[in-house]
């Protein structure tokens, strides 16, 4: 079988394993391979072949398909303020805020601030303090008899 061909029926038998949910022996006869292990190892190879993306650049395809779609809806937008199509309007400026909120998420603009925080006292310092400090305060409530009685 020519390579491309071969790679075609590993990218068939990956689809209907990952997509479709078939089990190996389907996908064999299916597709003709002489083995479950054959049909197995046809996707582990385009699987490496064809290795997913990293973050980043995952990032960058949903920001540049994010830019496209929402120029489209801007534009939607003016036409529909100028044909005075006030549904369109509010679904659109609905469609926009929704597209910019993903936008914020995607640029991390959502992100909580990160707090650093170092305890550098042990538990029996801490402790140890705690006491110190009521002790202070019950020292400094106690009323002599003594003045009491003027």
Same mark, same amino acid.
Request: aromatic share 4%; hydrophobic share 45%.
């Given at each position: 079988?020519?390579?491309?061909?071969? *790679?075609? #029926?590993?990218?068939?038998?990956?689809?209907? #394993?990952?997509?479709?949910?078939?089990?190996?022996? %389907?996908? *064999?006869?299916?597709?003709?391979? *002489?083995?479950?292990?054959?049909?197995?190892?046809?996707?582990? #190879?385009?699987?490496?072949?064809?290795?997913?993306?990293?973050?980043?650049?995952?990032?960058?395809?949903?920001?540049?398909? %994010?830019?496209? /779609?929402?120029?489209?809806?801007?534009?939607?937008?003016?036409?529909?303020?100028?044909?005075?199509?006030?549904?369109?309007?509010?679904?659109?400026?609905?469609?926009? /805020?929704?597209?910019?909120?993903?936008?914020? %998420?995607?640029?991390?603009?959502?992100?909580?601030? %990160?707090?650093?925080? /170092?305890? /550098?006292?042990?538990?029996?310092?801490?402790?140890?303090?705690?006491?110190?400090?009521?002790?202070?305060?019950?020292?400094?409530?106690?009323? !002599?008899?003594?003045?009491? !009685? *003027?």
């Amino acid at each position: 079988m020519p390579l491309a061909d071969s *790679r075609a #029926r590993a990218e068939q038998a990956f689809v209907m #394993r990952e997509v479709g949910m078939q089990s190996w022996s %389907k996908i *064999r006869d299916a597709l003709g391979f *002489r083995s479950v292990g054959a049909a197995q190892l046809a996707v582990k #190879r385009y699987r490496e072949r064809n290795p997913l993306p990293n973050a980043e650049s995952a990032r960058a395809g949903i920001v540049e398909r %994010k830019r496209v /779609t929402l120029g489209a809806a801007l534009r939607s937008l003016a036409e529909s303020q100028k044909a005075g199509d006030h549904q369109s309007v509010a679904r659109l400026i609905d469609v926009i /805020t929704r597209a910019d909120a993903e936008m914020a %998420k995607l640029y991390g603009l959502n992100a909580p601030d %990160k707090l650093d925080v /170092t305890v /550098t006292q042990t538990p029996a310092a801490i402790i140890e303090d705690a006491r110190r400090r009521l002790l202070e305060v019950v020292d400094a409530e106690v009323i !002599e008899p003594k003045e009491i !009685e *003027r």
